[in-house]
């Protein structure tokens, strides 16, 4: 088929990769690296996928199929936003590990995961050409999935240039949106979203409570839909583990938007969670909306048939996240597992004299190889992490597409192999280092 025989939108999506890495990706994935069979093989550090925990659950989802009768709501259609019995699950699971708090199951909207879920509402919420506000560096898919369907247009505020002025968190303020808004009124534009991640893609930073309390009285005095995407919530590094302990100078617990939702009861409020990185089930294709808007939820009831998730899968989920001691253990289980991968990243990096970004959630860490780039430009940013694949067989995430404006940053993403293996990573990144700073 010619990309001729297609609609303009259709020609434009022909000619437009889905990420900037999916060439490198697809050519490490065809040699992928075995300590025995491959040992000089590709290992892909970009895909933001947690891997570490996925045998505590296939045991678990696989004696759900096997021991359970499939119960009568599963072959026929159901409430297009998530099956009453679904939502009665995720909201005790959410106020139970997110949210500390109670979650109206009646106020969840379900999709086939949080890409879904972003692109429904940012189409509910805003019109064509209006600008959804998101915080510098950010998740680059957020442009197509606010972009696609709804044309919303992605405005990335920056907020800092060194890492080190994020070190204790993200560095959003109210004048940066006040800096964005004269931006965007000045271009005739509207500021219709805020969009905030915590724990954040790609810093690892958390947002406090109290900010994210100005932050939200300062969208509902201006009518701005302020939406909190805690994709990452559980997700939480253990900050007092010895290797990483230094890094941080005070505690500071994850604190769900969940709770000043219920506080402020606004219409312009809004939270999105997905199953896909806390249970590393991306492939289970779950996410929802939380919301105290009444139209909002109609408008997803009537829009969402194209975007639900299969009955069986929300049984499947169902069973899974009513089982609350299994869930306790196994998130306990993963937050050591994955605090333990980030402290092995940590660790060469501290070696090596080596920026990033203190994470307290999230399955990333955020670096700073600008030293090794031959002039100051995306090209030269692209040129390093070829460079570094080439050399090493490491697939990073190049911080392109991420929206920031200072290049040479780059994503790790460090639980989408087993720990092995990291280490393995990590020690051909160190080689790197070193040969380029004796070269
Ligand atoms: C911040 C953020 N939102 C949404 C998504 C997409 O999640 P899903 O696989 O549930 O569509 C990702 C995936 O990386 C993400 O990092």
């Excluded at 296939?58 to 072959?75: L, Q």
């Amino acid at each position: 088929m010619t990309k001729t025989s297609l609609s303009s939108r259709g020609a434009r999506a022909a000619n437009t990769p889905l990420r900037i890495d999916y060439g490198a990706y697809s050519e490490a994935i065809g040699n992928p690296y075995h300590p025995t069979d491959n040992p000089t093989g590709a290992l892909t550090l970009n895909v933001a996928e947690n891997r570490l925990s996925w045998f505590d659950l296939k045991a678990k989802i696989e004696a759900i199929t096997s021991e359970n009768e499939v119960p009568t709501w599963v072959p026929g259609y159901t409430s297009s936003r998530g099956a009453p019995e679904f939502r009665e699950a995720v909201a005790s699971f959410l106020s139970e590990h997110l949210t500390g708090c109670p979650i109206d199951p009646e106020h969840l909207g379900v999709s086939a995961g949080a890409t879904s879920v972003i692109e429904m509402t940012s189409f509910i919420l805003a019109d064509a050409g209006d600008v959804a506000v998101i915080p510098a560096p950010s998740y680059p898919v957020y442009r197509q999935d606010i972009g696609n369907l709804s044309g919303v247009e992605r405005y990335d505020l920056v907020t800092h240039h060194e890492l080190w002025e994020i070190a204790a968190g993200p560095a959003l303020t109210l004048a940066h949106l006040e800096q964005a808004r004269a931006e965007i009124e000045a271009a005739g534009k509207r500021f219709r979203m805020l969009i905030l991640t915590t724990p954040d893609n790609p810093t690892g930073g958390i947002y406090r409570e109290e900010r994210l309390s100005e932050m939200a009285e300062w969208c509902i005095e201006r009518e701005v839909h302020l939406v909190v995407n805690e994709i990452y919530g559980l997700s939480l590094i253990d900050t007092e583990h010895p290797v990483i302990g230094s890094d941080y100078s005070e505690e500071l617990p994850f604190s769900s938007f969940a709770k000043l939702m219920a506080k402020k009861q606004s219409d312009f409020l809004h939270l999105w969670y997905a199953v896909s990185k806390d249970l590393g089930i991306s492939g289970f294709r779950v996410g929802l909306v939380y919301s105290q808007n009444a139209a909002l939820l109609e408008a997803y009831e009537n829009l969402n048939l194209t975007h639900s998730v299969s009955n069986h899968t929300q049984w499947v989920l169902e069973r899974l996240l009513t089982d609350a001691e299994f869930m306790t253990l196994y998130l306990e289980r993963n937050q050591k597992c994955l605090t333990e991968s980030y402290a092995v990243v940590v660790s060469y990096l501290k070696r090596l004299g080596i920026p990033y970004v203190p994470s307290r959630g999230s399955l990333f860490v955020w670096v700073d190889l600008s030293e090794f780039m031959s002039r100051d430009s995306k090209d030269a940013e692209l040129e390093l992490w070829q460079e570094l694949f080439r050399a090493t067989g490491v697939l990073l995430t190049p911080g392109i597409g991420f929206g920031h404006t200072k290049r040479g940053l780059f994503r790790v993403v460090y639980p989408c192999v087993s720990i092995e293996e990291l280490k393995v990573a990590m020690g051909r990144i160190e080689n790197f280092v070193w040969r380029r700073r004796d070269g």
